[in-house]
């Protein structure tokens, strides 16, 4: 339905600063192309993509990659998907951006705006396994619903160490979780062992939010200069 995934999209006002940040965690820089005409990186962990960009984008902004728009447009217009913008043209970069129950924004563009990495998504990063893009949600049952007629598969696990519902797809995993220390669009990994991780983040100059409550035992919270949170449990 949405096609292939491509990045989490943010709105990067210092992007030497983020740049930075994620390299400290052991993300690699992809290649980017010429598609943009602001200053746009793009950082990896072999499995999750985040576009860093100076303008285009005004908050995080969950991008697939979807050939033949105009008939995605049709598609997702009888699904009663009202666009937040529509930009296609001959001599446009086409894209669609509408907004979920919550308020998050999605977007479709025709092409990727980078160039895939040889980073195995095995070699991960120093804060973990990368798990799925964590988003707040008001009614995680409408969100699901909602999930789920985009394609993806929902599955309940309020009895995990954090509650949430999970939405799967082929390309990327969603989580829905209750307001709480993530207050936008965020990321979640998993460590064998935060403490140990902790300490290995602290040594490349990386400390945790102070006083975040948690609702999961042995976990922790980053925040990147950009602001995205990063939660490892």
């Keep these: 339905m949405l096609g292939r995934f491509l990045e989490l999209s943010l709105l990067t006002p210092d992007i030497q600063a983020s740049l930075d940040f994620y390299l400290k965690l052991g993300f690699s820089e992809a290649p980017v192309g010429e598609t943009w005409a602001h200053q746009y990186a793009v950082v990896t962990d072999g499995r999750i993509h985040l576009g860093l960009h100076r303008e285009g984008v005004t908050e995080p902004t969950l991008t697939f990659v979807k050939p033949g728009l105009l008939k995605a447009m049709n598609d997702l ?95 990327i995993d969603i989580g829905l979780y209750e307001s709480g220390p993530l207050r936008r669009p965020g990321l979640r990994f998993e460590a064998d062992d935060v403490a140990a991780t902790l300490l290995t983040l602290a040594a490349a100059g990386v400390l945790p939010v102070k006083d975040a409550v948690l609702k999961a035992p042995q976990a922790a919270l980053l925040t990147a200069p950009e602001g995205t949170p990063l939660l490892i449990i």
């Design 77 to 171: 217009e009888s699904r009663g998907i009202e666009f937040e913008y529509r930009r296609l043209g001959n001599d446009a970069f086409n894209e669609l951006a509408w907004r979920d129950p919550d308020g998050h924004m999605l977007r479709l563009i025709e092409a990727r705006t980078f160039s895939p990495t040889k980073r195995p998504s095995t070699q991960t990063s120093q804060c973990g396994y990368f798990g799925e893009i964590a988003l707040p949600s008001v009614d995680l049952l409408a969100g699901k619903a909602y999930w789920e007629n985009l394609g993806f598969v929902g599955m309940d696990e309020f009895d995990g160490r954090l509650p949430h519902v999970a939405c799967t797809s082929d390309f």
